[in-house]
């Protein structure tokens, strides 16, 4: 979908207005990557967003079946959110369905996630006329304010770093954090994954790519434990708007019983919080249970389905797929 090039004071504001953006919501840099990861064009995807004083303050990007009858976010298990920051009032969403529709003129299905419940209530409020909504649960976000970040762990936790950090010690374990991605971080930072209890990446391309531009834009911290000089913990950060987002975390097995990526946590921690000033952890998407100890609050992240009603096969599917929503909900409270 193309775009009028803005004025100066408008590209000097929209500019400003992106230094706020997780670093993951970039415009066009972050979907140009993931488009080429999973086997887009630039032609094969277009961007939606409302009209605003500030533009380019954010973007969706959308791709959608050759007929187009069904249009999807372009996400997948490396996106951590999607939705503009801050979030986009009623009146800038009613904009997007209006600009959706203009572009696939045949769509009968939007397809978002994932959304956060902040996101999905404003997209709630505004009603867009002659679209239903359905919003299903598919992963968590654990968040933590900075604000006396240690005295609310739990005793438990500060004395297991505590300990583990005095036996690293004792091996003469030493904690590196980057800002600028090196050819030998980066070999550290698979050398590492390889040897993790983690699934086999699909491809380092992404992730390679993802550490250079976070690398370019001053949002990368990269952490790396050695232990006589080798690597067996890393951890990607990206720190953008106040916010550490804790991206990809990774540990030798073969050092598991001392915990060095806990230790390496902590130091992350406290790098963010002393250098950056930032005024929240971000755990991103996950459940894991774990992501408790080091967390205030959790929410739920979601999958939101649009349906046009005007329709029939559409208004039918939705009409089915609330029923059956709400016959889950009553069989779960009973």
Not at 2 to 10: G, L, R, W
Not at 49 to 56: F, I, L, N
Not at 179 to 185: A, G, N, R
Request: hydrophobic share 40%.
């Amino acid at each position: 979908m193309a775009e009028p090039e803005a004025a100066p004071q408008q590209q000097a504001d929209a500019s400003q207005a992106m230094t706020s953006l997780q670093p993951w919501q970039q415009r066009g840099l972050w979907y140009q990557a993931l488009a080429r990861f999973v086997g887009l064009a630039e032609s094969d995807y277009f961007y939606l967003q409302a009209e605003s004083d500030t533009p380019g303050c954010w973007q969706l990007a959308l791709y959608s079946d050759d007929h187009g009858l069904q249009a999807k976010s372009l996400s997948n298990y490396y996106s951590c959110a999607l939705g503009p920051t801050p979030p986009a009032p009623p009146a800038q969403w009613q904009q997007c369905f209006q600009r959706l529709t203009a572009h696939l003129p045949k769509c009968r299905q939007l397809q978002l996630e994932p959304v956060s419940a902040t996101e999905l209530s404003l997209l709630q409020d505004a009603q867009i006329p002659g679209w239903g909504l359905l919003a299903v649960p598919i992963s968590q976000n654990w968040q933590a304010s900075t604000a006396d970040y240690w005295s609310k762990r739990s005793s438990q936790l500060r004395h297991t770093i505590a300990r583990k950090k005095k036996k690293l010690d004792q091996l003469g374990a030493t904690i590196s954090i980057s800002t600028v991605i090196s050819e030998p971080l980066q070999q550290h930072y698979w050398q590492v994954y390889q040897r993790s209890w983690k699934p086999a990446e699909p491809t380092p391309d992404f992730i390679n790519q993802l550490l250079q531009q976070a690398s370019s834009q001053g949002t990368l911290r990269l952490g790396v434990l050695y232990i006589a000089e080798q690597p067996v913990a890393v951890q990607c950060w990206l720190v953008a708007g106040g916010v550490a987002a804790i991206y990809k975390l990774a540990q030798d097995q073969q050092f598991d019983a001392l915990s060095p990526g806990t230790v390496l946590t902590a130091a992350m921690a406290d790098y963010v919080m002393a250098q950056d000033q930032v005024h929240t952890l971000d755990f991103l998407t996950g459940d894991d249970a774990y992501k408790a100890q080091w967390m205030d609050s959790c929410s739920p992240l979601y999958r939101v389905t649009a349906f046009r009603l005007n329709n029939p096969i559409a208004l039918l599917q939705f009409t089915v797929l609330r029923l059956k929503t709400r016959l889950q909900q009553l069989r779960s409270k009973l």
